[in-house]
């Protein structure tokens, strides 16, 4: 029962940073200046609209009751109706939350294809030429920033080979090589930066784990270092790198946002540009929701995925089961 009652205080945690984030998110717009109707409308609009609007919209009542109207509907997935097209939010974010989570999973399957393997062997070869070569290159891919990277393998492969479009988005729905091949490239960028970051958490776990004594427990009685690493090795450093998976994760979906300006791809992140541009405000609270109750489902998935890794947690000395 411990293990259920800590995933329950941390889903109740996460229920509760919801609420307070939504808070936050709320009054921040609450605080631009000046009247939120008269900056959606602009300045040459008429007192008579800009009084429909404030009447449409609820600014003449309370913001504590608008408040409460608005987490209503949060919590039964409804974002509310932007005030320029009319439409639901929910409809309008439905397809760049798509394109978006299909490029934070691929950049983080190539993040961790690189950053597993390329971490194990810095780490195990932190004393020769290519583990401090390996070392190396994830430093310089630290620095390299995100959109850097997306215009130097564009440069590359986009324009000097002509292998993969330059940018732009085909669903999968119409077609989906040319999906996959629109995909390819701003998957790369996103994981390879992120990749780098990884592979230094992984070679510092590593690092720890190799000199343990059950290590050398293992390669005495026969176990190659490799295989000894494999075996026993795996699951205490994979403890570590959970929390900073999590993290990871996060920075991804950051750096999503950013890649899809680069690669004009008709993500979530281009999708609050295009509604500050149109100075929907009540769409960017609902994109900015989104994102922010995407960050916290993360980490508390990470938290949980670390409760049922370590046993520890599960049972400490002196609690009961």
Same mark, same amino acid.
């Given at each position: 029962?411990?293990?259920? +009652?800590?995933?329950?205080?941390?889903?109740?945690?996460?229920? @509760?940073?919801?609420?307070?984030?939504?808070?936050?998110?709320?009054?921040?717009?609450?605080?631009?200046?000046?009247?939120?109707?008269?900056?959606?409308?602009?300045?040459?609009?008429?007192?008579?609209?800009?009084?429909?609007?404030?009447?449409?919209?609820?600014?003449? +009542?309370?913001?504590?009751?608008?408040?409460?109207?608005?987490?209503?509907?949060?919590?039964?997935?409804?974002?509310?109706?932007?005030?320029?097209?009319?439409?639901?939010?929910?409809?309008?974010?439905?397809?760049?939350?798509?394109?978006?989570?299909?490029?934070?999973?691929?950049?983080?399957?190539?993040?961790?294809?690189?950053?597993?393997?390329?971490?194990?062997?810095?780490?195990?070869?932190?004393?020769?030429?290519?583990?401090?070569?390996?070392?190396?290159?994830?430093?310089?891919?630290?620095?390299?920033?995100?959109?850097?990277?997306?215009?130097?393998?564009?440069?590359?492969?986009?324009?000097?080979?002509?292998?993969?479009?330059?940018?732009?988005?085909?669903?999968?729905?119409?077609?989906?090589?040319?999906?996959?091949?629109?995909?390819?490239?701003?998957?790369?960028?996103?994981?390879?930066?992120?990749?780098?970051?990884?592979?230094?958490?992984?070679?510092?776990?590593?690092?720890?784990?190799?000199?343990?004594?059950?290590?050398?427990?293992?390669?005495?009685?026969?176990?190659?270092?490799?295989?000894?690493?494999?075996?026993?090795?795996?699951?205490?450093?994979?403890?570590?790198?959970?929390?900073?998976?999590?993290?990871?994760?996060?920075?991804?979906?950051?750096?999503?946002?950013?890649?899809?300006?680069?690669?004009?791809?008709?993500?979530?992140?281009?999708? @609050?540009?295009?509604?500050?541009?149109?100075?929907?405000?009540?769409?960017?609270?609902?994109?900015?929701?989104?994102?922010?109750?995407?960050?916290?489902?993360?980490?508390?998935?990470?938290?949980?995925?670390?409760?049922?890794?370590?046993? +520890?947690? +599960?049972?400490?000395?002196?609690?009961?089961?």
């Amino acid at each position: 029962m411990t293990l259920l +009652r800590r995933i329950a205080a941390r889903l109740v945690t996460l229920l @509760l940073s919801l609420v307070a984030s939504s808070l936050v998110v709320f009054l921040l717009l609450q605080a631009l200046p000046g009247d939120m109707a008269q900056v959606i409308l602009g300045t040459s609009a008429t007192p008579e609209a800009i009084a429909e609007l404030r009447e449409e919209l609820g600014l003449n +009542r309370p913001w504590p009751v608008r408040y409460l109207e608005w987490l209503g509907g949060l919590a039964t997935g409804n974002l509310g109706i932007s005030a320029l097209s009319q439409k639901p939010i929910v409809d309008l974010i439905a397809a760049p939350v798509g394109v978006t989570m299909w490029l934070v999973l691929f950049g983080s399957i190539v993040s961790l294809v690189l950053a597993l393997p390329l971490g194990l062997w810095s780490a195990m070869r932190r004393r020769h030429v290519d583990g401090v070569a390996v070392n190396a290159l994830s430093h310089l891919g630290m620095a390299i920033p995100a959109f850097l990277a997306g215009l130097l393998l564009t440069a590359l492969f986009a324009v000097t080979l002509r292998w993969l479009p330059a940018n732009g988005y085909v669903p999968l729905s119409r077609d989906p090589y040319q999906w996959a091949r629109h995909l390819i490239l701003p998957s790369l960028a996103l994981g390879i930066v992120q990749g780098a970051m990884f592979t230094r958490y992984v070679r510092s776990a590593f690092v720890e784990v190799l000199g343990e004594d059950y290590l050398r427990t293992a390669r005495s009685v026969g176990w190659t270092r490799l295989g000894a690493v494999l075996r026993h090795g795996v699951r205490p450093a994979g403890l570590q790198l959970v929390t900073v998976l999590g993290l990871q994760l996060v920075s991804l979906l950051v750096g999503a946002i950013v890649i899809e300006q680069v690669f004009v791809l008709p993500g979530l992140g281009s999708e @609050l540009f295009k509604a500050v541009q149109r100075r929907d405000l009540l769409e960017v609270q609902g994109v900015v929701m989104l994102l922010v109750a995407a960050v916290l489902v993360m980490n508390t998935l990470m938290e949980v995925c670390y409760l049922l890794l370590d046993p +520890r947690l +599960r049972h400490p000395v002196g609690g009961g089961r």
